[in-house]
Structures are given as C-alpha cells and as structure tokens.
C-alpha cells in the first residue's frame, strides 16, 4: 500500500495581534484514538488541535494510508474493506520548514458489532444547550436507525419539541457538572429552567442528594444504560480567567471534583455502563460571532484558551481514571470551526455541526459495539 503524506501549506494574510505567543505554545494535540465508521466522513479540522489564532501561519502534514487534506483539514470517508486500526500523525511545521511539534494517534474504522444483539442497547445522553436544541442526539439516532443492525433505546426524563421520535436525554441550557451532582429545585414550576437535577433526589432526612438508583429506578423503568455519554464542560469553563493557565487548571480542578461524584455514581448504579465523556467541542472560528453574543466580555480567543487546555485536561483525567469503562469520545476533532456554525454564536453549532458532533458519537458507539461483541466471543 502507498503511503500518502498529506501537506497543506496556509499563509498567513494579517500580522496576529498575539505576537508574544512564541512557537513552543503551539500545543498540538490529539486524542490516544479516532474512531470512524464505514460510509461515514472523518475529519480532523487542523484549528481544533493547536493553540494559536492563526492555524494559516503553519504547514500540517498528517502521515497516514488514507485520507487526503483540504484547505482546512484532513478528511477520509472509508469503506466497508477499510475496516481495521491504522497510524496516524500530524506533523506541524513553521513556514520556512522548521519541524515544531508531532503528535499521534489511533485511527479505528468499526462497522459494529458483526452479530449484533437483538435486544435494545440503551443510551443516556447528558449535557448542557448543545444537548438540549437535541440535533446531535437526533442524528445519533438517525444513523443508529440507518445502520438497522442494532435495536437502541435513549433513556431520560427530557423531551424537547425539537427531539425527534424516540429521541430523550438529560440536556439543559446553561448546566454544569455542579448542576446534575447538586441542584434541587424546591418549587419546580414544570420547565427546564426551574427544575432539579433529574439525578438529585429528597432523602429520608428531606435532604438533596445524588441517587442514581432512584433516578433509574423511577425515571428509566428499572433500567440501566449500557452506554452514557456526557458532554460538559462549556458553561462550568467559560467564565475561567483566559490567559492564566494556573487559574484555569484551579477552576477545572473544581469542575472535575464534581465530575468525580457524576461518574462514580453511575458506576455504582450502572456497573456495566461504559461511560464517555465527550472533548470539549472547539469554537466558532469568527471573533465576530462573540461579538454577536458577548460584545467585549469574552472573546473566541480567550475561550479557544480554555478550551484547548480543558481538552487537554480531559484526557489526562480519563486517562488517569485507568477504567476501561470510562473512555473519551474525541468529539472536537471533527467540528468544522467556520462552516458548523452559524455567523452569529460562538459556541452552538450550526445543523451541520451538530451533525458532525451526532456522527462522532456514533462511530464511537459503534466501536464499542464491536469491541463488546469480541469480548463476549472471547468468554
């Protein structure tokens, strides 16, 4: 087989107002593996993986059997015959040729469990807005029904108009890890805006606490899920001190102490659950977007700060963890940053975008069917 180097060289067209970032802050970053599925695009958009404001400044040649790269980023739709686990690197160069950074990964191409279970899988989805405008969990669903191999059920107490048939999760605007591990509501007035935590319950003292069982005891029929994934981290981040990298790890310290009790609770209460925790997704390439929402509160380059060293934190968390049912979903890497969003938000992506947000969940549900399915042959 021939190995294709894919070379993008950009140039860059303003003078960056950041001249003080020096070549060594570039951070390129990848997740330990990419996960893709036969019939379905797979990206890597170059902004997503590197800390600077002008990705066009640098040349990105990704090494890997497939693929190819365009303007913005490295692309590859495979086959049904392209099933298998291949190398892939990134190369990142200066303009005059100067080797700055190099990182690697894991790209595996799964069609699914080969003999799939007749019975339902069942998925619950937790998150914040993005989770709540339910496109992403819409088009999770859509290639789940697409796919006809394996029977799927969404667990959740919440039902948005915009939710597709079938379609249920635990995603509020606004939330935070805080807000699913604490929130009570005493005087719910019926919506999602004044309401407790679905996880959080009266004890036998009267007082709030986490209890998972109750909640799937009462709000899932009994049932647990075989697959959580929870997509957090913008709301609990975006207010963090951006350019101060020790104020941040401080407020992410905080965020991941309460993401400790979510995720031990439903160990507890799901043991068998295989929990994936979603890569912060990136932001909107155009300043003017936060402009549109924050006028001069908070910029796409303060928040790209955070949330580059958020993504960065997440996957030394998990990988921390040693938990084989806690795993990432690589979910920044295939967001288109300019056409996955509108011109006017920062944050929310476009149909388009949350589209590619619902496909990278789906390739990484698929490859947890299929490595479920091995085990179960193996014993």
């Keep these: 087989m021939i190995r294709n180097v894919c070379t993008l060289l950009l140039f860059c067209l303003v003078v960056p107002a950041w001249g003080q970032q020096t070549e060594t802050d570039l951070q390129l970053t990848l997740p330990p593996e990419i996960y893709a599925v036969p019939g379905g695009p797979t990206n890597i958009y170059f902004d997503n993986i590197v800390l600077t ?19 913005h980023h490295w692309t590859w739709t495979p086959t049904a015959g ?6 892939i690197r990134v190369d990142l160069y200066s303009a005059d040729d100067t080797l ?3 990182a690697s990964s894991v790209l595996r191409v799964t069609a699914g469990a080969a003999s799939p279970s007749t019975e339902p899988i069942r998925i619950l989805i937790i998150g914040d807005s993005l989770t709540h405008a ?13 796919d006809a191999k394996q029977p799927w059920k969404m667990l959740g107490t919440h039902k948005p108009a915009s939710a597709a048939a079938d379609v249920a999760h635990e995603g509020y605007g606004g939330w935070t890890w805080w807000n699913f591990v604490n929130k009570y509501e005493p005087n719910p007035d019926g919506t999602y805006r ?42 609990d981040l975006f207010t963090a001190p951006a350019g101060d990298v020790a104020g941040i790890d401080a407020k992410i310290d905080t965020v991941f102490g309460y993401a400790d009790q979510l995720v031990a609770a439903i160990r ?37 700060q955070i949330q580059h060293q958020l993504v960065q934190r997440q996957m030394k968390y998990i990988a921390d963890k040693s938990d084989p049912q806690i795993q990432i979903v690589p979910t920044q890497l295939n967001l288109d940053p300019v056409d996955g969003y509108p011109v006017n938000n920062g944050v929310h992506p476009n149909k388009s975008g949350y589209q590619q947000i619902g496909s990278s969940i789906y390739a990484w549900l698929q490859h947890q069917l299929a490595d479920s399915a091995g085990k179960s042959n193996v014993e």
């Design 134 to 146: 339910s496109a992403y969990p819409n088009e999770i669903a859509r290639l789940m029904t697409e």
């Design 194 to 235: 004044k309401r407790s935590s679905p996880f959080v319950f009266l004890n036998d003292e009267s007082k709030p606490v986490l209890d998972m069982p109750r909640y799937f005891k009462e709000q899932c029929d009994g049932q647990t899920p075989d697959y959580v994934v929870i997509k957090l981290g913008i709301n």
């Design 53 to 71: 404001q002008t990705p066009d400044k640098f040349r990105f040649d990704v090494v890997c059997d497939f693929g190819q790269s365009e303007q």
């Design 100 to 102: 700055l950074d190099s």
């Design 82 to 87: 392209d099933v298998g686990v291949y190398p």
């Design 268 to 304: 507890a209460a799901a043991p068998n659950a295989t929990i994936g925790i979603c890569l912060t997704t990136p932001p909107n390439a155009r300043q003017e977007a936060f402009e549109a929402n924050y006028k001069d509160r908070y910029s796409r380059w303060g928040w790209k």
